[in-house]
């Protein structure tokens, strides 16, 4: 199985996302390429037909009670929801997400069927520093240690640099597809499994075309690119095409 992650973010607003999940129903879609979308949590009940799956952009690390301002996974899930973003450099960074509260977001999403896809990756001064592989260790493992060895099958992981996201600038192939052999080797050799590993970072129509021929990955998230429904249909295609 194959993936496509949309990341909407914070972006538009309640009409043109009716008109955005009207177009989103036509997308031709195959079973072996799975579409996520992720709109902004107060948006998920717009998002219900059947040619995607539906993720929300986090979730809460509490549970159902009195929690102002929070999104449980209980009411994700209740909203169809199946996969959650967890980790996400625009949490981890502006919200000051440590590790302690991705794991309990995890739990949390486990525990009500969601599947965590969870973010890893180095900002523009590890990468300089040559620090990239000891961060990727050390994100991955933090995680999947805390997680009970029958439920981490379900997760999914995703590269991406800090520094790609919204610069238009990704890795060269080549550097993409060492992390990502590198992120799989760790999985394999530690935990003695085999997780879909995404890239995500400034993915458009333009630079689909390369990034396919990356064998080792198992699909993309896309942020900007994903806001115009012919851009996730090019890209889709593309994808499916080469798999
Ligand atoms: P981008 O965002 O495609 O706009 O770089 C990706 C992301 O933040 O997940």
């Known amino acids: 199985m194959k993936y496509l992650v949309c990341n909407l973010k914070a972006n538009k607003l309640k ?6 999940e ?29 040619n995607y799956k539906l993720g929300s952009q986090d979730v ?24 959650a973003l967890v980790g996400h450099s625009e ?10 509260t991705i794991i309990e977001k995890i739990k949390k999403a486990y525990h009500s069927h969601i599947h965590p896809i969870y973010f890893i990756g180095e900002d523009r001064l590890e990468k300089e520093n040559k620090e990239t592989n000891k961060i990727l260790e050390k994100q991955i493992s933090h995680i999947i240690n805390e997680v009970p060895d029958y ?53 458009n129509e333009n630079n689909i075309e390369e990034l396919v021929t990356v064998d080792v990955l198992d699909g993309f998230v896309l942020g900007e690119s994903s806001q115009e429904i012919k851009n996730i249909q090019t890209i889709y295609n593309k994808i499916q095409k080469n798999h």
């Open 15 to 20: 009409e043109d996302l009716n008109l955005y």
């Open 22 to 50: 009207k177009k989103l129903k036509n997308i031709i879609v195959d079973s072996n390429l799975e579409l996520i979308i992720c709109p902004p949590t107060p948006f998920l009940y717009i998002f219900q037909s059947n």
């Open 60 to 83: 809460s690390k509490f549970g159902m009670g009195s929690h102002t301002g929070e999104n449980t996974a209980e009411q994700l899930s209740s909203l169809n929801v199946k996969y």
């Open 91 to 100: 949490r981890r960074g502006p919200f000051k997400e440590e590790e302690s």
């Open 151 to 203: 439920k981490r099958e379900k997760m999914i992981i995703v590269y991406e640099p800090v520094w790609a996201i919204g610069t238009g600038e990704i890795p060269t192939i080549s550097d993409i597809s060492n992390r990502v052999e590198f992120i799989k080797k760790i999985i394999t050799e530690y935990y003695d499994l085999a997780l879909p590993v995404l890239y995500g970072g400034s993915v």
